[in-house]
């Protein structure tokens, strides 16, 4: 049993491939700030530019994790993502690189194939009756005429 208790706890080598360079890079920036260098503080950011990218490869590569919870047996950062080559659902990486899940052509806009598809949660609370594109005024609101406008006019 470990001290986390039985959760996943995202760890991949994606993951901590790009917190290595960031924190490198960091720590380089800071330093070249510290010691008046440009040189330094050019080669922090370049690190923490190549963080990002090395981070994107191997999450495109399978090294990385879908959002949301994963089964148990895929929790430990040694096993690669299966589903990394068809795209993750709702995924900025795999949508810059042309991976999007197949779509239902059933459905209208078609929704992800896949079990981790994102589902809005319906609206509810006090004010989720309102409607803003409703041409009546909200209750406890006045109707004014806009600032500067001359209700004598016509």
Same mark, same amino acid.
């Given at each position: ?14 993951? $901590?491939?790009?917190?290595?360079? /960031?924190?490198?890079?960091?720590? !380089? *920036?800071? %330093?070249?700030?510290? #010691?008046?260098? &440009? $040189?330094?503080?050019?080669?922090? /950011?370049?690190?923490?530019?190549? !963080? *990002?990218? %090395?981070?994107?490869? #191997?999450?495109? &590569? ?21 589903? &990394? ?70």
């Amino acid at each position: 049993m470990s001290a986390h208790g039985d959760v996943d706890l995202g760890h991949t080598p994606a993951g $901590w491939t790009g917190t290595a360079f /960031a924190a490198a890079g960091a720590t !380089a *920036a800071g %330093a070249g700030i510290c #010691l008046d260098r &440009a $040189w330094l503080l050019w080669l922090g /950011a370049t690190l923490v530019v190549l !963080a *990002a990218a %090395a981070t994107w490869v #191997l999450h495109l &590569a399978g090294w990385g994790k879908p959002s949301g919870p994963r089964p148990a047996d895929q929790w430990d950062w040694r096993v690669r993502d299966t589903t &990394a080559r068809e795209g993750h659902p709702d995924c900025l990486g795999c949508r810059l690189a042309g991976r999007r899940p197949r779509t239902e052509p059933g459905e209208a806009g078609g929704r992800p194939t896949t079990e981790h598809a994102y589902r809005a949660p319906e609206p509810s609370g006090r004010f989720s009756s309102y409607s803003t594109s409703s041409a009546e005024p909200l209750p406890g609101t006045a109707t004014r005429s806009p600032v500067g406008a001359n209700p004598n006019r016509r």
